[in-house]
T-cell receptor, first 110, second 116 residues
Framework: QQQVKQSPQSLIVQKGGISIINCAYE??????FPWYQQFPGKGPALLIA?????SEKKEGRFTISFNKSAKQFSLHIMDSQPGDSATYFC?????????FGAGTRLTVKP | KAGVTQTPRYLIKTRGQQVTLSCSPI?????VSWYQQTPGQGLQFLFE???????NKGNFPGRFSGRQFSNSRSEMNVSTLELGDSALYLC???????????????FGSGTRLTVV
């Protein structure tokens, strides 16, 4: 049972463009929403995280938008660069139980 | 500061065999979580250990088990391997689990298990 649904599966963006990845969750008890970036041969690395008491959080070129009523959240990567090409995972946690989306493979073309 | 170390990095086993994977957390971290990553299913939570006790368990069959030692190092074991167990197995260490925040929740590079 997929508790966190992520879309799209893959995304191709031109250098300098905006990459947008969306996630939706079912369990309203989730109270923490991190995003991870994974390069081939490496484990996921934290990009940015948000709690549901804020609607937006920005760190550099990365922004999370959070819509609690719709149970949706998204990652925006501004000025996308070829070095951002990786797989991105959204996640949702409650206590010490964290569930991941299926991942989005992002390719940024030069 | 050393990161999370997983050994071995690659492993090939035959169906029906058993396998043990190891995870050495960051010094001082007491929580170790294990995940299975496959192309079709993404990251699936296996279990979490904190201070040598299993605190959370995902929805995997009993063939998957784990333990944690007093130095916080953890092992996971898969018995009677099936072809579908081929995956990247990741562990993540933290001071007290994801509930204390993702900024100290660090993944290792994983063990790539292939079952033939």
């Amino acid at each position: 049972q997929q508790q966190v649904k992520q879309s799209p599966q893959s995304l191709i963006v031109q250098k300098g463009g905006i990459s947008i990845i969306n996630c939706a969750y079912e369990n309203t008890a989730f109270d923490y929403f991190p995003w991870y970036q994974q390069f081939p041969g490496k484990g996921p690395a934290l990009l940015i995280a948000i709690r549901p008491d804020v609607s937006e959080k920005k760190e550099g070129r990365f922004t999370i938008s959070f819509n609690k009523s719709a149970k949706q959240f998204s990652l925006h990567i501004m000025d996308s660069q070829p070095g951002d090409s990786a797989t991105y995972f959204c996640a949702a946690s409650q206590g010490n139980d964290m569930r991941f989306g299926a991942g989005t493979r992002l390719t940024v073309k030069p | 500061k050393a990161g999370v170390t997983q050994t071995p990095r690659y492993l090939i086993k035959t169906r029906g065999q058993q396998v043990t994977l190891s995870c050495s957390p960051i010094s001082g971290h007491r929580s170790v979580s294990w995940y299975q990553q496959t192309p079709g299913q993404g990251l699936q939570f296996l279990f979490e250990y904190f201070s040598e006790t299993q605190r959370n368990k995902g929805n995997f069959p009993g063939r998957f088990s784990g333990r944690q030692f007093s130095n916080s190092r953890s092992e996971m074991n898969v018995s009677t391997l099936e072809l579908g167990d081929s995956a990247l197995y990741l562990c993540a260490s933290s001071l007290a689990g994801i509930s204390s925040g993702a900024y100290g929740y660090t993944f290792g590079s994983g063990t790539r298990l292939t079952v033939v």
